[in-house]
């Protein structure tokens, strides 16, 4: 089969690879739509763990065989990948936190995953989803799953006023995912204009771009004292830091983007949450017990009844062997973007 392989840093490539063949207790899919993440772009541009690997987890496809043990059934059904490969059996997968296993594989970076025209997964890390829904949309489950997520650990209530800051993909999902829930007014900031557009048309009642107005001085004239839910969906430092500044007293702010690692935060920081007396919750992937959670389960009733709009969210559509030159314009900013799907049958 083709697929995309990433060699080394910065060195990714189109290229005839083994058909996996799924052992027992396993399916293969055969996919159809797999869209770009942010953190592929890092593997790539930053090294990954592992070398040779096919990256990719936001996917769908149809199951096209299955392994010893597994019901013929499933062959020809539809079905999104769940990546995240726990050991069901640790202390934290006991307690349904899957993300915080012991043991864990994830299905694109610990794995092979889904730049391929198949990916091999376990039986338990198949979402079967019914054959109406489009695979693209189908593909795009996963990052759903995160922004919903982070509205439970939020402990989001309908009739909450929140502030998204970014509005990247997760930053998307998150505005579509309060309005769904309810929120009473939804902000949402980015540097750049055509997200904010794009999140308007989601549901955002505010935008505000930081490098046009003075953005603290605008959120307080919005929320006043705060807040009740800000979101972090930047990994920018900066951002971080003002997400207490715009957060109510007993406010929650729920953190999702990737900061870097060789930064750190002044004391200040704890000083003033703690003055605000405010929660600070980190985010890591999407499940839930029983497993992958309700955030999987949500995000297909959204799409069913068309609460959640997908198509809003992609800006370019490729075949798979395209995959190296795009990595290349994104990783050095030279592609402006939103979702991007790769298609593997649209083999050049
Ligand atoms: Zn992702
Ligand atoms: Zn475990």
């Known amino acids: 089969m083709k697929a995309v392989v990433l060699e080394d840093k910065r060195v990714i490539t189109y290229k005839e690879v083994p058909t996996p063949e799924p052992p027992s207790g396993h399916v293969r899919l055969q996919v159809k739509a797999v869209s770009i993440c942010g953190s592929d772009i890092k593997r790539y541009m930053d090294g990954h763990r592992e070398y040779n ?15 010893q043990g597994v019901s013929k059934d499933y062959l020809g059904k ?25 043991k864990y ?55 909450e006023t929140a502030i998204v800051m970014g509005a990247g993909s997760i930053g998307l999902m998150l505005v579509q995912w309060l309005r769904i829930l309810g929120a009473k007014r939804i902000i949402s900031t980015d540097v750049l204009d055509q997200n904010l557009e794009i999140a308007s048309k989601l549901g955002a009642h505010f935008t505000l771009n930081p490098t046009k107005v003075d953005l603290i001085k605008e959120l307080k004239n919005l929320v006043g004292d705060g807040a009740d839910l800000t979101l972090e969906a930047t990994g920018v430092p900066q951002v971080l830091e003002q997400t207490l500044q715009v957060t109510r007293p007993r406010g929650k702010i729920v953190l999702a983007g990737n900061q870097p690692l060789d930064k750190s935060l002044p004391l200040t920081f704890i000083e003033n949450m703690m003055r605000r007396e405010i929660s600070l919750i980190g985010c890591f992937m999407s499940y839930s017990a029983p497993f992958p959670g309700h955030e999987w389960t949500e995000t297909i009733d959204a799409l069913l009844n068309g609460s959640l709009d997908i198509d809003k969210m992609i800006s370019h559509r490729y075949p798979l062997s395209k995959a190296p030159e795009i990595f290349e314009k994104i990783g050095t900013h030279q592609l402006a973007h939103q979702k991007i799907i790769l298609n593997p049958e649209e083999i050049a």
């Open 53 to 67: 690997l096919i990256l990719g987890h936001e996917s769908a496809g149809v199951i096209d065989q299955v392994g």
């Open 78 to 102: 539809h079905a999104a990948v769940i990546p995240l490969v726990p050991c069901f059996e640790c202390e934290q997968c006991q307690r349904g936190f899957y993300s915080a296993c012991h």
């Open 105 to 159: 594989s994830f299905i694109g970076s610990r794995q092979n995953g889904c730049y391929a025209e198949y990916v091999d997964v376990p039986e338990r890390n198949i979402f079967i989803v019914p054959e109406n829904l489009s695979l693209e949309h189908v593909a795009m489950i996963e990052p759903s799953t995160v922004a919903r997520h982070m509205l439970s650990l939020g402990n989001f209530q309908s009739g």
